[in-house]
């Protein structure tokens, strides 16, 4: 079986590797080129496409009519995308024997849309998982082939969930490339009507709202943690990036008020409170005594 196949970040390299165990053959893998304003923690799949000696190019628009006339020249059996970040046109999915398919990081129809990881862990959900499923012209609405579960532990952060939902990928393509292999596999509608869409984020998405409850504001902490932008309030005018924090028992003392409490800080929120572990002022990491001894100067004042 032949795949073109569309990919980026660790699960395009998940997706790729799998493909080529599975016997796949990948006349060209489309990918980006990494940003210079980005925090690139992740796999190069250019590098996996390099060492596996498979052709790769990263065009600034995939659909443009140079590259749908390059793929249906190519005459593959099948497309796959894999954290590739860009919706692949009509003419695109048209063009594969066995259809084109997507691997999703949420358990669809819910979280359709970006940023699933990141999202699942802001709304305080306590279950997710990755879905194979096709493209069509709708994101992430196409039917599904295949989907792993995965528990989320409220002391997850997006990048150990993202780790996990690895883990299950693979585990998934495991399964679910032989049985495509032979061109038999289940395809089952999705109820979009039960599910729900988000869309990207942007740094400034980050803003804390101290009038929120602790398990919103704590959620929020752990969702942008590094190795995204983090959560962040401001204090005398001054942005302070909370990286790691932990529930309090204390109830509220004031959305935003710093009270210190047996060599510990706590922030009020709306219901309960926060215990910040871990925070960045001025690009200073600050954490135990450190992070103490800076919240000690700013006793009963309030963060913004």
């Known amino acids: 079986m032949k795949a073109v196949v569309f990919a980026y970040h660790n699960m395009g390299v998940i997706g790729i590797e ?21 925090n690139v923690w992740f796999d190069s799949v250019r590098d996996l496409c390099s060492r596996t000696g498979i052709a790769a190019v990263t065009p600034a628009d995939s659909n443009a009519p140079e590259w749908t006339a390059r793929i ?8 796959f995308s894999f954290y590739y970040r860009n919706m692949l046109s009509t003419d695109i999915l048209a063009i594969p024997r066995y259809g084109a398919y997507n691997l999703h990081g949420s358990l669809l129809p819910k979280y359709r849309g970006r940023c699933p990881v990141n999202w699942v862990i802001i709304k305080g959900e306590t279950l997710t998982g990755v879905t194979l499923h096709e493209m069509v012209d709708k994101p992430d609405a196409g039917p599904i082939v295949a989907q792993r579960a995965v528990p989320i532990a409220m002391t ?11 883990t299950a990928a693979a585990q998934l393509l495991d399964i679910s490339l032989p049985q ?13 009507s039960q599910g729900s869409y988000f869309g990207g984020r942007k ?3 980050g803003k804390i709202d101290w009038h929120a409850p602790a398990t919103e504001i704590y959620n929020l902490i752990r969702g942008v943690t590094r ?9 005398r005018g001054k942005q302070v990036i909370f990286w790691m924090a932990a529930l309090s ?9 710093i009270t210190m409490s047996d060599r510990q800080v706590v922030i009020g929120c709306g219901q309960a409170s926060i215990i910040p572990k871990e925070i960045e002022v001025d690009g200073r990491i600050m954490k135990d005594a450190d992070l103490f001894d800076f919240f000690k100067k700013h006793a009963s004042e309030v963060m913004r």
Do not use: C, N, W
């Open 249 to 257: 028992g204390e109830s509220a003392s004031g959305p935003g008020l």
């Open 156 to 166: 997850d952060t997006a990048l150990t969930l993202f780790h996990k939902l690895e």
């Open 180 to 192: 495509m292999h032979t061109g038999i596999f289940p395809k089952t509608p999705q109820d979009l």
């Open 18 to 38: 799998k493909l080529l165990a599975h016997g796949f053959s990948l006349p060209l893998v489309f990918t980006h080129e990494d940003s210079a304003t980005e």
């Open 203 to 205: 740094p400034e998405d």
């Open 72 to 79: 249906r020249a190519l005459d593959p059996d099948f497309i």
């Open 227 to 235: 190795p995204y932008p983090g959560a962040f309030g401001h204090l």
